[in-house]
């Protein structure tokens, strides 16, 4: 069974912080890494995806991916409240079935005023 | 949602009786998946389709079936329900299976979600 770890949380940051959520897989064939962001009662929103190693930036979102270490991290600089939410690391590679998504259980954050 | 719709949104039904929810894109992309997701176990995959009546088992896939006769539309049925299929259930696509490139057209998008109750 391909694994995808994260901590559970709830991660408290206060408003204007930076948030680091942090993920590892034990695939070591995976090839594709994602983030979504899913708020209570809602669908799982993509925020970020990363393919190589190194940093990726998005305007407040950074994703870093490190295959040696087989790790994957998003940072969010400037926390807002509206942020808080659970968030979905997702690794994707070719022994996954049907190339379906493997998702870790989740960080819920929490961004306080 | 991706031009990603389900129905019904909620549904409450009873134990034994069968029930079938129903995804639909207009994306025209050609790979679509059903998941459910559950307290303390996350996102997992239940059926995918790789094609218009090409469809394949995923991680928890017992006790249900699915179908395609059409690009736009991926349909999941629970023949005779039990409660352990309580969940929120979501339909994904994605336009490729091409891998770890950075067109990120294997990047899967998520449609809004069913809520079953199974009584």
């Known amino acids: 069974q391909k694994e995808v770890e994260q901590n559970s949380g709830p991660l408290s940051v206060p408003e204007g912080a930076i948030a680091s959520l942090n993920c590892t897989y034990s695939?070591?064939?995976?090839?594709?890494f994602f983030w979504y962001r899913q708020y209570s009662g809602k669908s799982p929103e993509l925020i970020m995806s990363i393919y190589s190693n190194g940093d990726k930036e998005d305007g407040r979102f950074t994703a870093q991916l490190n295959k040696a270490s087989q790790y994957v991290s998003l940072l969010i600089r400037d926390s807002q409240p509206s942020d808080s939410a659970t968030y979905l690391c997702a690794v994707n590679g070719a022994s996954n079935s049907g190339y379906a998504l493997n998702f870790g259980k989740g960080t819920s954050l929490l961004v306080t005023p | 949602d991706a031009g990603i719709t389900q129905s019904p949104r909620h549904k409450v039904t009873e134990t034994g009786t069968p029930v079938t929810l129903r995804c639909h894109q207009t994306e025209n992309h050609r790979y679509m998946y059903w998941y459910r997701q559950d307290p303390g176990h996350g996102l997992r995959l239940i059926h995918y389709s790789y094609g218009v009546k090409d469809t394949d088992k995923g991680e928890v896939s017992d006790g249900y079936s699915v179908s395609r006769s059409k690009t736009e539309d991926f349909l999941l049925t629970l023949e005779s329900a039990t409660s352990s299929q309580t969940s929120v259930y979501f339909c994904?696509?994605?336009?490729?299976?091409?891998?770890?490139?950075?067109?990120?057209?294997?990047?899967?998008?998520f449609g809004p979600g069913t809520r079953l109750t199974v009584l």
């Open positions: 695939d070591r064939g995976s090839q594709s």
């Open positions: 994904a696509i994605s336009e490729s299976m091409v891998l770890g490139l950075a067109g990120g057209k294997d990047t899967q998008y």
